[in-house]
């Protein structure tokens, strides 16, 4: 009963009430770093087979199909799966070596940019949101794909529309994202601290855990999405929905609802407080991982798909075992519940559409896609929520931190949809993404952080 119970939660609660599917100002990546990986992720198979051909598979000859993904560390999290799917393809199938090259996601995004003009790799990482998408399909470089292909794959009621255009599909989505502040329980427990139920708790919270020489929580600020992600969670809260402000906004380039300045007011407040670590805004995802995961930090603001620390065992086992998880808390005089939560479709996969292997690519594409393959791997793994139903593969068994991300969906009362910042054009994603340190930190004001993003949206 609880399986078919959480189903229909995830199909109606969690995604229905999405405007558009999204990849997230998050984005799905793998936060742990592997330079040894950041290159490229080729398994035993590649090496022990150099031969490459550019044919389709129909003759039994031997085909070469690349890989670009945002998921370097192979040894954990998504990128792991990723790995797993890719060693079991070319098992299934010796006449095809796959090529990996996976990097970070900021690398990954400036190197897809280089790609979409001198051509495409066969499969790629993508994100189902305006601020990617839009002028990606503009450019032609994706494969359509056939949507009735996927009709029994049990992808959520309205986790494909994000990867749409005109009704045709060009890709599909990975996750389903919730924002998150981890935390360490052990540590709330000795030292007597207790989750947060109002924003104000949590900025109350930092100078406690100032003074217990430790970082109240660790924050990714030198990448921009996540503080962006940070502020659209806050905005959630304030206004229960603001994907029509928003869009309003975007289409008259006027940030001047009170809404935008309250929000990132609220921000400000908590850099002011030291809620964030010192040098936050130039730190980036592996640095503010590493603060919380070591123990340096009570806790960590991120995306619902690092939900495999629990089980990473390169985090010390008293860190690891001791992960839990909230919600942004509610802001006083908002109209959010505490059970409102951020939330949207993850990034995901398409083709390339003058890939030399396509019919390949996409068989490998469905291949990854069956639920006993990406969405059961990535549940048992531990790695977040994926886009597809996955309730058949709960067991019990799963960590503690899996159970509350589980119950933080099932009990959702409404889910904002794709963050403010992947609403709009590439441009104004860049402008809010680089400016939101300054206006974090004093060097910009909030009038203009505001105007900035405004008239980035003309430019």
């Known amino acids: ?149 996927y009709a029994d794959y049990g992808f959520l009621d309205g986790s494909l529309e994000g990867f749409k255009k005109d009704g045709k599909l060009y890709g599909l989505p990975r996750n389903t994202d919730v924002a998150v502040f981890y935390y360490n329980q052990k540590i709330f427990d000795d030292n007597g601290w207790s989750v947060p139920e109002t924003y104000d708790d949590l900025i109350a919270l930092a100078g406690p855990i100032k003074d217990a020489g430790l970082i109240p929580v ?45 929000a990132t007011q609220l921000m400000k407040d908590a850099a002011d407080a030291g809620l964030f670590q010192n040098g936050y805004d130039s730190q980036d995802y592996g640095t503010a991982m590493n603060l919380f995961t070591n123990g340096q930090a009570a806790m960590f603001y991120m995306g619902s798909w690092e939900t495999s620390m629990a089980t990473n065992e390169d985090i010390p086992e008293e860190v690891r075992t001791n992960i839990r998880v909230f919600t942004m808390p509610v802001v006083k005089d908002g109209k959010a519940s505490a059970t409102d939560i951020e939330a949207w479709n993850g990034g995901g996969y398409a083709v390339s559409a003058n890939s030399e292997v396509k019919d390949e690519a996409i068989k490998f594409l469905n291949y990854m896609y069956q639920p006993e393959k990406l969405s059961k791997y990535g549940w048992e793994k531990g790695v977040g929520m994926s886009a597809q139903d996955q309730s058949d593969y709960m067991t019990g068994d799963e960590t503690e931190l899996q159970k509350q991300i589980v119950d933080i969906v099932s009990n959702a009362t ?23 340190q300054g206006v974090s930190n004093g060097t910009i004001s909030i009038e203009d952080f505001l105007s900035g993003i405004g008239e980035s949206v003309g430019q």
């Open 1 to 149: 009963m609880r399986k078919k119970l959480l189903s229909v939660v995830l199909a109606t609660a969690m995604l229905a009430t999405m405007v558009t599917g999204c990849g997230g100002g998050s984005d799905s990546t793998s936060g742990t770093d592997s330079s040894s990986n950041t290159d490229s992720a080729v398994s035993e198979t590649d090496k022990k087979d150099d031969s490459s051909s550019a044919g389709d598979t129909s003759d039994g000859g031997e085909i070469t199909l690349k890989i670009f993904s945002n998921l370097p560390d192979r040894n954990n999290g998504q990128g792991l799966v990723e790995q797993m799917i890719i060693d079991e393809y070319m098992e299934e199938n010796p006449n095809v070596k796959i090529e990996v090259e996976a990097l970070d996601e900021e690398a990954y995004k400036t190197k897809f940019k280089a790609y979409s003009m001198e051509g495409m790799p066969d499969v790629v990482s993508i994100w189902g949101q305006p601020s990617f998408l839009d002028e990606v399909l503009d450019a032609g470089v994706l494969a359509e794909l056939n949507e009735s292909d």
């Open 414 to 436: 409404k889910v904002s949809g794709t963050t403010i910042n992947d609403l709009g054009p590439a441009v104004f994603k860049t402008t809010i993404e680089s400016q939101i």
């Open 218 to 262: 660790a924050m990714d600020g030198g990448d921009g999405w996540p503080m962006a992600v940070y502020l659209s969670d806050l905005m959630f809260k304030i206004t229960g929905d603001y994907h029509q402000i928003a869009l309003d906004a975007l289409a008259k380039g006027d940030f001047s609802d009170p809404a935008f300045t309250e």
